[in-house]
């Protein structure tokens, strides 16, 4: 698991770059897989490791 914000730039085809320290991390424990979400809090977009938000989903399933 890793954290942090980072400002990134959508480029002309609206895709966001993952910053090269993430990337790594994600290559590393997710095999690339992500989700990506909206922060109902905050106007920005949560990252997680496929991993990561399958536990959150199983979570999420019990309520």
Same mark, same amino acid.
């Given at each position: 698991?890793?954290? *942090? +914000?980072? $400002? &990134?730039?959508?480029?002309?085809? *609206?895709?966001?770059?993952?910053?090269?320290?993430?990337? %790594?991390?994600? $290559?590393?424990?997710? +095999?690339? /897989?992500? &989700?990506?979400?909206?922060?109902?809090?905050?106007?920005?977009? $949560?990252?997680?490791?496929?991993? %990561?938000?399958?536990?959150? %989903? /199983?979570?999420?399933?019990?309520?």
């Amino acid at each position: 698991m890793f954290r *942090g +914000a980072t $400002l &990134v730039n959508l480029d002309s085809k *609206g895709r966001l770059s993952v910053p090269t320290r993430y990337r %790594e991390q994600l $290559l590393e424990n997710a +095999a690339g /897989q992500m &989700v990506c979400t909206i922060d109902i809090h905050h106007p920005c977009l $949560l990252l997680y490791p496929l991993p %990561e938000w399958e536990i959150i %989903e /199983q979570k999420l399933s019990r309520l």
